[in-house]
C-alpha cells in the first residue's frame, strides 16, 4: 500500500495544475513509443496489482498509448487507499465504485492531504483510463469487453507483485480451463509508490515491444503456417533478455489456462 508522504501540504489548486501538466507531458513522452507494435501485432495484455490503482494502472496507460490491447485488474477483496492515518485507510467496492467517485470523496474529504500524496492525481489518470476498479476474481473470461480484448482473453497477465500472481495463479487453476486458452502469468516486483509505478511501467511496456517483435518474427517466418504456439515457445528466452536489461525488476514466470 501506498505511503502517506511528510509534510508540507501545498495548496489545492496550484498542486491540481501542476499534477495535470505532469501527466499530461507524461502521456506524450509514451505515446507510440514502441513503433507502432501493438498496432501491428497486438498481442492482448492485462496487468494486475492489488487495488487496480497505482502500478498496474500506469501499466495499463503505457500499454494503451501505444496501442496495445489491454486490460487490468485488482486482486484484494476491496479497494485500499491511505488515509489519514495508516489505522484508517478509505475502502471502496471493486466494479461499483468509479473512480471519478473516488477522486470526489478525497477531494470533499480533505483536498490539501489528498493532493500532496498524489492520491487525487492518480485517481484523476485512472478516470481518464476506465470507469472503475476491477477485481480479477470477478473476471469473466471468454465475455466480449469493448476496451479492444472483444474476445474476453489475453495473451499475457503481468501482475506487479508475488502476492497477487499467486492469486492469480490459484484462480486459474481453480476456474478448471473452460476455454482451453494458454496465458503466460508474469510477475514483475514493483514496489507501491508512485515513483516505483513509472519505473515498473516503462519496464513492463519495453517486455510487451519485445514480445511483439518476437510474434512478428515468428509470422514473418511462418507466413499462412504461422501458430500462436511457436511465440508461445519463445517467451521464456524473450523474458531472459528482458531481465537482463532490468535487473531491479525482479520477474517470475508461469503458464496457466483460461
Not at 468509479?98 to 498524489?118: F, I, Q, V
Amino acid at each position: 500500500m501506498m505511503q502517506t508522504p511528510p509534510q508540507p501540504r501545498p495548496t489545492a489548486a496550484p498542486a491540481a495544475e501542476a499534477a495535470a501538466d505532469v501527466q499530461q507531458k507524461h502521456d506524450d513522452e509514451l505515446r507510440g513509443q514502441n513503433g507502432g507494435s501493438g498496432k501491428d501485432f497486438p498481442l492482448k495484455f492485462c496487468t494486475v496489482c492489488a487495488s487496480n490503482q497505482n502500478r498496474s494502472m500506469e501499466a495499463h496507460l503505457v500499454l494503451s498509448l501505444s496501442q496495445y490491447p489491454v486490460i487490468s485488474f485488482g486482486t484484494g477483496s476491496a479497494v485500499r487507499l491511505p488515509g489519514p492515518s495508516i489505522d484508517k485507510p478509505n475502502i471502496y467496492a471493486f466494479n461499483s465504485t468509479t473512480y471519478d467517485e473516488m477522486y470526489n470523496s478525497l477531494k470533499e474529504k480533505d483536498p490539501r492531504l489528498y493532493h500532496a500524496n498524489g492520491l487525487l492525481g492518480m485517481l484523476d489518470r485512472n478516470r481518464r483510463i476506465k470507469g472503475c476498479p476491477e477485481r480479477w476474481q470477478d473476471w469473466k473470461v471468454g465475455v466480449p469487453r469493448k476496451d479492444g480484448v472483444e474476445d474476453g482473453v489475453v495473451d499475457v497477465v503481468v501482475t506487479c507483485e508475488e502476492r497477487c500472481w499467486d492469486i492469480v495463479v490459484d484462480d486459474l487453476t481453480n476456474r478448471n480451463s473452460p476455454l482451453n486458452r494458454l496465458v503466460h502469468i508474469i510477475n514483475i516486483d514493483i514496489k507501491d509508490n508512485h515513483e516505483e509505478a513509472l519505473v515498473g511501467g516503462k519496464g513492463i511496456l519495453e517486455l510487451a515491444n519485445m514480445l511483439s517483435e518476437a510474434a512478428r518474427e515468428e509470422r514473418e517466418k511462418a507466413g499462412p503456417n504461422f501458430i500462436r504456439e511457436t511465440v508461445d515457445g519463445r517467451v521464456p528466452d524473450v523474458l531472459a533478455k528482458w531481465q537482463e536489461r532490468f535487473p531491479g525488476l525482479p520477474a517470475l514466470w508461469t503458464v496457466g489456462y483460461f
